[in-house]
């Protein structure tokens, strides 16, 4: 079981950047692909990133690639998300997610565990 705490959110101009912190729990979680999706009002939860066990493979949503970055630390049992140039299109609640699975290639696959989720607001 791995339970995931999802910290950094805010209210920040377009342009700005954010850093999103994400702390698990649960002794597997260097065996395991963390990630991150948004939901902003009204629509569907979205795929944002994604990355393997060992920091080696990432995936990006295309709206976000090139300005996020995915990264992780599994000493720390940290997942994080570099946010860059945001745009107000990027306002949404950010969740953090975890497989049960070492490396997950394909984007539409939901995640296994989720965090309770963390709010990033990006006025104009």
């Known amino acids: 079981q791995v339970q995931l705490v999802e910290s950094g959110g805010g209210m920040v101009q377009a342009g700005g950047s954010l850093r999103l912190s994400c702390a698990a729990s649960g002794r597997t979680f260097s065996r395991y692909a963390m990630g991150w999706f948004r939901q902003a009002p009204g629509k569907e939860r979205e795929f944002v990133a994604r990355?393997?066990?060992?920091?080696?493979?990432?995936y990006y949503a295309g709206s976000v690639k090139g300005r996020f970055t995915i990264s992780r630390d599994n000493v720390k049992n940290m997942v994080y998300l570099q946010m860059n140039s945001l745009k107000p299109e990027d306002t949404a609640v950010y969740y953090c997610d975890g497989y049960r699975s070492s490396i997950v290639a394909t984007i539409a696959t939901m995640p296994d565990y989720w965090g309770q989720g963390t709010q990033v607001t990006v006025s104009p």
């Open positions: 990355i393997d066990w060992s920091g080696g493979i990432t």
